[in-house]
C-alpha cells in the first residue's frame, strides 16, 4: 500500500515535491549500493523510538566510513518534518543516506557530498488475515552475508542477499525466507527477525548468529521482561524451529507476526500460539503508549 497524494520528500534540507525529488545517476548510492538506511514508523504522530534508528543508521554509516552531514537530533527532527508536512499521523518512514554524486569508479572519497533523504507512505506489509492465521515461510538457498564480507549488523543499501532469498520466497508461494547463517544455524529473515517458543521461553538468535539487530526484536525481549515471560537470545538451528511451540517473526514494517508452517512443517497446532499472540497485543500498545 501506498499513498496515492503527491508526496511531499525530504531532499538535502528541502522538501520537494515527489515528482521534484531526484538523485543523480552517478550517485554511489545507485551506482553500487553504498550507502546505509533506516527503515520507522510514527504511530499516533510519534516516531517510534527514534533514538535507536537514529543509532543504528549513524552506527551502519561508521562502520562503512560514511560521514552523515547532519546531526542525529537534526535527522529526527527532518524525519518529524517530512511526516507532518504529509499530514500523516501513522506511517512508515525511509531515511536513506548515499555516498552521493561520485565518477563511475569505487573511489567513495571521490563523493564529496552524501545525499539524504526522507521518504513518508503508508505501507501494509502483510495482509490482515495473514496476522490473525499466521504465514508460512521457507528456508533458502542462500545463506545470510558472512558477518567477515559484509556484516548483516549494518543496514546498508546493499540488499541484494536478502532479495535474492526473497525471490525463492516468492518462487514457493510464501511471503518470507529464513536465512541461515555460513554455520548452519537461524539467521533471520529477509526483513525480518525470527523468535520461538518452546515450553514457555521465547528464543531468538543471538548477534553473533549474523542478523541485523532489529529494534522490533528489541522491543520484544524488553516486553518479555514486563510480561515476565522468559527469554534468551541463543543460537538456534533449524530443526528446534521445526519442533517449536510457535514461531514469529519481528520488524518496523511486518510488527509482530506468527509463522504457522516451516518448509512445509506445521509449527505447533498450525495457529498462532498464545505467547506470539500476548506479545502482539503488547506491542501494539507499546506503540501507542499504553505500555
Ligand atoms: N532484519 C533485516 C534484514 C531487516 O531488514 C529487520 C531484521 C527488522 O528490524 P527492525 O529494526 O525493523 O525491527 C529488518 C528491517 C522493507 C522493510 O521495506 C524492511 C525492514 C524494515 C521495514 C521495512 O521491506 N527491515
Redo the contacts with the bound molecule.
Sequence with gaps: MSSNKSLKIWIDGELLNQADAKVSVYDHGLLYGDGVFE?LRVYNGKIFEPEAHVRRLYNSAKAIRLTIPMTPDQMIAAIALTAKANQFNDCYVRAVVTRGIGYLGLNPTKCPNPTVFIITDLIEMYPKEMYRNGMAIITASVIRNHPNALS?RI?SLNYLN?ILAKIEAVDAGVSEALLLNADGNVA??????IFMVRDGLVITPTTNDG??E????GAILQLCGKLQIPCVERTIQRYDLYVADECFL????AEVIAVTKIDGREIGSGKPGPITMRLLEAFHKHVRGEM
Design positions: 527503515g548483516p543496514k536478502n533471520e529473515c529477509t526483513a525480518d527477525n542478523i541485523l532489529g529494534i522490533t526484536r519481528t520488524g518496523t514494517g
